[in-house]
């Protein structure tokens, strides 16, 4: 059994900060790829950034600069700091985990986290 779980997410005040945790756990042999997305209200669910086993981090261009990814695999967990929140960064955040069990290669969501960005 294999659970991915997104944490870390609240309501903020603009130009604040909040740091997303995306931490997979069960009987995992592998992590590759692992992504941040993020689906505002009324929207489609966009791509923010995709981490890979090698360190690559490939942002989104209209999320570079204000949110860093970073991966500790040792944890199997994948973070998310975001900083300069603006109203429009209200969303679900999710966190998409590829990756190996006894069955073989499969990719795992979470439920996601909700972030507000309100005064």
């Known amino acids: 059994q294999v659970q991915v779980v997104e944490s870390g997410g609240g309501l903020v005040q603009p130009g604040g900060s909040l740091r997303l945790s995306c931490v997979a756990s069960?009987?995992?042999?592998?992590?590759?790829?692992v992504n941040w997305h993020r689906q505002a209200p009324g929207k489609e669910r966009e791509l923010i950034v995709a981490?890979?086993?090698?360190?690559?981090?490939n942002y989104v261009d209209q999320f570079k600069g204000r949110f860093t990814a970073s991966r500790d695999d040792a944890k199997n967990t994948v973070y998310l700091q975001m900083n300069s929140l603006e109203p429009e960064d209200t969303a679900i955040y999710y966190c998409?985990?590829?990756?190996?069990?006894?069955?073989?290669?499969?990719?795992?969501w979470g439920q996601g986290t909700q972030v507000t960005v309100s005064s």
């Open positions: 998409n985990v590829y990756l190996r069990t006894t069955t073989g290669w499969s990719d795992y």
């Open positions: 069960g009987n995992i042999f592998e992590i590759n790829d």
């Open positions: 981490t890979t086993t090698d360190g690559s981090l």
